[in-house]
């Protein structure tokens, strides 16, 4: 049998393209997750740093042994790190960051966003935390009205992180919510919410990774003859002789004085002021197009010496890769869970995985929540109007002490 030479190239590329990779699967379930994850013991002292502990949740799935991993102490900061199953050298190939955050306190104030972290074994886990360097940080952050998804991306030309322009908001209820970002290599993102895509775009446009392409052109100024000024006043316009006289209140007309007024002990009576109705507010001459007008200025642009094309701003990771996941916290309100890590690079293994773990259970975390919620607000006592029994009592008796029969009446 003869093979083209164009089929044997589809054949030898197809099975490299069809090969997703994983770095990282946690879901926090067979008891030694505190093998696999460091907890950051130095970044803070002992008594700043809050716990960590495996739990199905207060409302779940039906699953009774699927643990996620709980913040448990308020006010407190938590660092926890684990490395990744190789090395995720991002070139040329997507990367996708995915997890579920269930809120049970219902957050008011603190982070439950994830770090991919550079570093490899010079990386210090007992000491990961704000300061340490990170690739990406992405997912949910509030603290009063700011509510927001974080995506933030390092940036090796500029040497710091930067920003998405516009915020993505979060999910502020007290369920799951899956988080997933994808970085491609055609230098685009996009940001998914319970598999629904929420934002998507390009990341020169979306992002500050480079200056402007172009600029105002800093050697040319608006002419010193340029009027931009759109109307004139009309020079015929003159104010009516006796304008300025026309006072803005007058005595009410039909103000009478009271038959009571009592001129040596009330003093002179006077009729209280109303507004002029012949009063048109302060004269102003009449405004007409000018004749000179040219439009608004507009200052040339030119290219920006400054500006170079980068293809490669998604390469986040840089040439060593991101070898370390974390979570870098602060909460004022304990009780976030987080589950279903899985950092890959295939949108398509990172939603299998979600259909198996979070669309798994998310219908049965929703009925245990709409019962809990059922039984709280019946177990709620009644409203006070005010008023008790011996109030009603007292209300029934008049002034003689004997009782008003309101069926008399009615």
């Known amino acids: 049998m003869k093979f083209s030479l164009a089929a044997i190239a589809t054949l030898a590329v197809l099975p490299s393209q069809a090969i997703a990779e994983t770095f990282l699967k946690e879901q926090f379930n067979d008891g030694k997750w505190s093998d696999r994850w460091t907890v950051a013991s130095n970044w803070k002292s002992a008594s700043e740093m809050g716990k960590w502990e495996p739990t199905v949740g207060k409302w779940h799935g039906s699953d009774e042994s699927d643990m996620g991993l709980q913040t448990t102490e308020d006010a407190r900061f938590y660092g926890l790190s684990a490395k990744l199953d190789k090395p995720l050298i991002n070139s040329g190939k997507t990367t996708v960051i995915q997890y579920t955050v269930k809120h049970e306190q219902k957050l008011d104030c603190g982070g439950a966003y994830i770090k991919l972290l550079p570093g490899g074994d010079k990386l210090d886990a007992l000491s990961f935390g704000g300061d340490t360097p990170y690739a990406i940080m992405f997912g949910p952050d509030m603290c009063g009205s700011t509510k927001r998804t974080h995506v933030i991306l390092n940036s090796e ?3 710091e ?3 998405i322009k516009k915020d993505i908001m979060c999910e502020t209820d007290q369920l799951s919510h899956l988080y997933t970002l994808v970085l491609s290599p055609d230098n685009t993102f996009e940001v998914f919410v319970d598999n629904k895509s929420v934002r998507t775009g390009s990341l020169e446009k979306e ?3 480079l200056p402007d392409k172009e600029i105002k052109d800093p050697d040319v100024s608006k002419p010193e ?3 931009d000024q759109r109307e004139i006043e009309d020079p015929e316009s003159a104010k009516p002789a006796g304008y300025d006289e026309i006072p803005a209140d007058i005595p009410d007309p039909d103000a009478v004085k009271p038959d009571d007024w009592d001129s040596e002990e009330d003093g002179e009576w006077e009729p209280p002021m109303v507004d002029n109705p012949e009063y048109e507010g302060p004269w102003s001459p009449k405004m007409i197009p000018n004749p000179d007008y040219k439009g608004a200025w ?5 290219d920006n010496p400054e500006y170079a094309d980068d293809d490669k701003l ?3 990771c840089g040439g060593s890769g991101c070898t370390h996941i974390g979570f870098e916290l602060w909460q004022v309100k304990s009780g976030t869970i987080f589950d279903d890590i899985i950092i890959t690079d295939s949108l ?5 995985f ?3 773990t979070f669309f798994a259970k998310k219908d049965g975390e929703k009925e245990m929540w709409d019962a809990a919620e059922a039984e709280r607000k019946a177990a709620e006592p009644e409203p006070d109007f005010g008023g008790d029994d011996d109030d009603d009592e007292e209300m029934d008796d008049d002034d003689d002490g004997e009782e008003f029969d309101m069926g008399d009446e009615f």
């Open 157 to 159: 030309k500029k040497d």
């Open 161 to 163: 992180n930067v920003m």
């Open 207 to 209: 992002f500050p990774f």
């Open 225 to 227: 003859d340029w009027v």
């Open 298 to 302: 507009k200052h040339p642009m030119i």
């Open 314 to 316: 998604y390469e986040v």
């Open 348 to 352: 398509e293994e990172a939603q299998k």
């Open 354 to 356: 979600a259909e198996e």
